[in-house]
């Protein structure tokens, strides 16, 4: 099925959408002169949406840099779910939807969100996230109610005075002051209908201010709790596998492969591939989400003001699932016939050979799965703010000191039988599988002879700790049932302390200078077991009569009824009550031995399951604390230049960390591998961070603005862990896998200029161009060093490189005295380590936003306003530092109309396609394309009285589908559909 947007074409957008635009804006221009010219009274804007969008460009037009933002009141009227929606209507900004469960993570200005620094009044807090992205660790923004903030602000260039760590720029959440807040209550409840669940969502928030002594002592708190209910339905297509060419080939007419061939007129050295695994599913994710924020302001004299803010926030899913039908047509043995004639690809191998490729296929003998997962999720931070600031005529002293912590844990447990193909003979399971061709709607699977997979048989126990994580029949070890699940705990906390002065001079150009120190402590604590089958008896527990339908037969039709060719319940699609299974099967653990390593049995939190043995392999398991010392210095800058007003900035920030990491490490036979020995890497680095900031006035409504500042980002510690690990369990190789956590921060140089073209009030045309240099990309790389391994206090006897690239050892090393056969002489040692590379990239663009109100047309039609954003980016890399997940053009409108007391907006934003670098098994191999696609939002308000206000807001009305696709669109890799959401509010304000 195309894309809801597959006929709105760019050049059609661009000519008409936007001239038609920026002519109503030379009008309105006009219109102003006119106005002015008959001397008109000021109108005060009453109408919410104008006077939000109004607010925002406010702050972008006195700003000391290039911002764009989002106003306190326009966060609760925009149609956002969470904070990463409500962003989207910032030019330059891409919401990602590739998130299973509403992260809601961004991109800005062409890069990943791990490159966005996120903070709140300017202050970094600690960040709920478990992402192993190794372009830095991202703010899950759909953990956040947006009604607690008091708006945002997109800041895309740097100073000194900021905090250092938005290679892209800083997204800055307000926590509002007291004592700028009026005195009021206001108490919004609502229900959020979300049709693909079939659920209906309860909101509350309650906001209120009290000014306890008139202008010196205030208060204010808002809190913000919802239901969070949703569902996501799935068909992926994780990989394309070439279609077998010997006997596993089977003509629809029992031809050969070569027969075949020929008879399609394929080149000689033509590779055609076929979809190699199916997996269909379903998400449902069920929690709440609560939010708070709150502040107390105290104006002790004249000069001195205290402060305190705290802001905390825990989304707590606590009953999701996931339930996929699993069909593995890759695998050896599996007898597979083309249905359809293959295509062309367009892509070629390694080996330059055309790849062709066909959709619908035939198999017998296929690996046979359906799984059941449950996982819960907590994600939880809390931040608190205290702050001082005293300021005469000539000083302004402040500081800030903020104590922040987080929580994300994770606990999942999944089951999934399994019919495997057998090596000779057949299973008896047949599939037909159609891919579509990228159309939903033309997908099938159907299947044969699925109850083979019978739960019934008796099945084998496994009383000793290993790696296993499957468990198999005693008659038919091709039967088997996996169970595994992670259960993960990620704690974060950062304090940090800040001093800052301001001295004015008034001496020529040189309005003031400003200088601050910042010092911060950022500790992290992850930990990490997996489950297994160890111990369990499955027999009378796993049974036939425990297999249930897939959630979503008693929910709304799967894919909204898109893909009617979809197996569904009593197809083959069975499910399990995975809880209630889990705690049978944990009843029947009995005594477990220990490896042979010596590795006693641990029972998994949550699950109650054994742990999985050889847990040095897991790698997330590991303590860092992270030191950093700034300090800046910064000249404010006012002039003439041509005879028009010059302001700015000029300034320099250095920053020294020190970081220390460490991690269990698993000397195999050396040490108690109940109680390993710990490693740690310590590193350090220091920044000189230069920075510049100009606006020039070059008429009453134009303003130029430049800026160059240098930043860094700091890599992902899940991405480059201080674990280190040994393994010598494959004969003939000793694979050792050295620290990562001492790479070094990304660097970056940017370049920016604005033209601001403020025509009226309320309205602006602005154009932005930036380029960003970004370097100290890492990589993993691999040597054959003695002194390396060394550095790291590892002995695998002496190693030595061949002329052909081998690193083999003599076999004399540490691990003798326990296992002298554990290496062997002239066994292959492989050594990885993650470290930084030379790789450099440049990512350029440009954002236009045309925002107007068209208040000067004649009634009815003066209640018409809008804005339209249209950003452009494009990156110069080589292939192994390319950024995934950019697209290249990003499209957001809003268009709004306000008359009296009722207004309604719609909202469409579009992004073009771009590429996916895919990460996990669930997510499949290789790198994939996302189309282009866009979605239509609305909200409408309607004022009953002055006091009560009704609003109706409606998300993905047009249905919009996710889709991947790998080489052509021919060729899907995966389609997300996740239906419409309404919610409607009432608000009273007291």
């Not at 002594?213 to 990989?239: M, V």
């Not at 003998?365 to 702050?387: C, G, K, M, P």
Request: net charge negative; hydrophobic share 35%; with cysteine.
């Amino acid at each position: 099925m195309k894309s809801p947007t597959s006929n709105l074409s760019k050049p059609l957008f661009r000519r008409s959408v936007l001239s038609t635009v920026i002519a109503l804006t030379a009008i309105s221009a006009s219109a102003q002169e006119a106005n002015q010219a008959n001397n008109l009274e000021e109108v005060v804007v009453t109408a919410q949406f104008q006077r939000n969008l109004e607010n925002a460009l406010d702050v972008k037009r006195n700003a000391t840099t290039i911002v764009d933002g989002i106003s306190a009141d326009d966060i609760g009227t925009l149609p956002a779910l969470d904070m990463g929606e409500a962003l989207q209507a910032v030019a330059g900004v891409q919401l990602n939807r590739e998130g299973e469960r509403r992260e809601s993570s961004i991109n800005l200005r062409g890069l990943p969100s791990g490159f966005v620094l996120t903070t709140a009044n300017g202050q970094t807090f600690s960040n709920p996230t478990r992402s192993d992205k190794v372009f830095g660790a991202p703010n899950p923004f759909g953990a956040y109610d947006p009604a607690v903030f008091n708006g945002i602000d997109v800041i895309k260039t740097q100073t000194a005075a900021m905090q250092e760590g938005g290679i892209a720029g800083t997204v800055d959440q307000k926590l509002a002051k007291a004592l700028d807040k009026k005195d009021g209550l206001a108490i919004s409840v609502g229900a959020r209908s979300e049709e693909l669940a079939d659920a209906l969502d309860k909101e509350f928030v309650i906001s209120g201010s009290k000014h306890l002594i008139e202008d010196t002592l205030a208060i204010t708190a808002t809190l913000a709790t919802s239901d969070q209910t949703f569902r996501r339905d799935t068909i992926k297509i994780n990989r394309y596998d070439n279609l077998p060419t010997n006997g596993n080939f089977v003509g629809a007419d029992g031809e050969d492969y070569s027969t075949w061939a020929a008879a399609n007129n394929l080149p000689a050295n033509a590779v055609v591939k076929m979809p190699g695994e199916l997996r269909q599913g379903s998400e449902i994710n069920s929690g709440s989400r609560t939010s708070f924020s709150g502040g107390i302001e105290f104006q002790a004299t004249d000069e001195l003001k205290l402060g305190l803010n705290t802001v905390y926030t825990s989304r707590d899913m606590d009953d999701n699932g996931q339930q996929e039908l699993d069909i593995r047509p890759r695998q050896s043995g599996v007898k597979v016939t083309p249905l359809t004639a293959p295509f062309a690809t367009g892509a070629v191998d390694s080996n330059d050979n055309p790849l062709y490729s066909v959709s619908d296929i035939r198999t017998t003998n296929s690996s046979y799965a359906y799984t059941s997962r449950v996982f819960d999720i907590l994600e939880e931070s809390q931040a608190v703010l205290l702050d001082a600031e005293w300021t005469n005529d000539v000083w302004t002293l402040d500081g800030v000191a903020t104590f922040s912590s987080s929580t994300n844990e994770l606990n999942e447990i999944l089951i999934s039988p399994r019919f495997d193909r057998l090596a000779s003979g057949d299973n008896g399971i047949v599939n037909i599988f159609r891919t579509g061709q990228g159309n939903i709607g033309d997908f099938e699977t159907t299947f044969e002879n699925f109850d083979n997979l019978d739960l019934d048989q008796p099945w084998n126990v496994l009383d000793t700790v290993s790696g296993a994580g499957t468990v198999t029949q005693v008659n038919q070890g091709r039967l088997n049932t996996l169970i595994t699940g992670s259960w993960e705990k990620i704690d974060r906390d950062v304090t940090s302390f800040e001093a800052n002065a301001l001295r004015v001079l008034d001496t020529g150009p040189l309005e003031s200078v400003q200088f601050g120190f910042r010092q911060s402590q950022e500790e992290q604590n992850s930990d990490r077991l997996r489950s297994s089958p160890t111990g369990l008896v499955l027999d009378g527990v796993l049974t036939n009569d425990r297999r249930i339908d897939p959630a979503y037969a008693s929910e709304s039709a799967f894919f909204g009824g898109e893909a009617p060719g979809f197996a569904g319940a009593g197809e083959g699609w069975y499910a399990f009550d995975v809880n209630a299974l889990t705690r049978d099967l944990a009843a029947t653990i009995g005594t477990v031995n220990p490896a042979s390593t010596g590795e006693e049995p641990v029972r998994v939190p949550h699950s109650n399951l054994i742990a999985r043995g050889g847990q040095q392999s897991a790698g997330l398991i590991y303590d860092t604390t992270l030191d950093t010392s700034a300090l800046y210095a910064m000249a404010n800058l006012s002039f003439d230049a041509f005879n028009r007003p010059v302001t700015g900035n000029v300034g320099v920030r250095y920053v020294s960390s020190t970081q220390e990491a460490s991690a269990p490490f698993y000397a195999f036979g050396i040490t108690d591998i109940n109680n390993p020995e710990t490693k740690t890497v310590e590193s350090d680095y220091s920044f000189a961070l230069p920075s510049l900031n100009f606006a020039m006035d070059l008429s009453d409504d134009l303003k130029l603005r430049v800026g160059y500042g240098e930043s860094i980002s700091r890599p992902n510690i899940r991405a480059a862990t201080p674990s280190t690990r040994v393994d010598a369990g494959r004969e003939g190789e000793v694979n050792i896998v050295l620290p990562g956590a001492n790479v070094k921060p990304f660097s970056a140089k940017s370049y920016d200029m604005s033209l601001e073209w403020y025509n009226r009030e309320g309205s602006a045309v602005t154009l932005a161009v930036f380029k960003k240099d970004i370097n100290d990309f890492f990589q993993t790389a691999s040597f054959c060093s003695d002194e390396l391994l060394a550095e790291y206090g590892i002995d695998v006897g002496d190693i030595t490189q061949g002329s052909d690239d081998s690193c083999t050892t003599n076999g004399v090393d540490a691990y003798d005295s326990a296992d002298a056969n554990y290496i062997l002489a002239g066994d292959q040692v492989n050594i990885s380590q993650i470290r930084n590379s030379d790789a450099q990239i440049s990512v350029q663009g440009y954002e236009l936003s045309v925002q107007q109100n068209l208040n000067f047309l004649p009634y009815p039609w003066n209640g018409l306003g809008g804005v339209i954003n249209y950003s452009s980016t494009s990156q110069d890399s080589p292939l192994e530092a390319r950024i995934p997940g950019i697209s290249d053009d990003t499209y957001n409108v809003i268009a709004y109309y306000e008359q009296g007391p009722f207004g309604i907006r719609f909202a469409y934003n579009y992004r073009t396609e771009y590429e996916l670098e895919s990460v996990g098994t669930f997510n499949g191999e290789g790198n994939k394309n996302v189309k282009a696609a866009g979605r239509i939002d609305m909200s409408a308000y309607y004022n009953v009285t002055e006091d009560l206000t009704l609003s109706f807001k409606g998300y993905n009305l047009t249905e919009a589908l996710y889709e991947e696709y790998q080489d052509t669109e021919r060729q899907p890799r995966a389609n997300h559909f996740d239906g419409r959401v309404f919610v409607m509010q009432a608000k009273y304000t007291f």
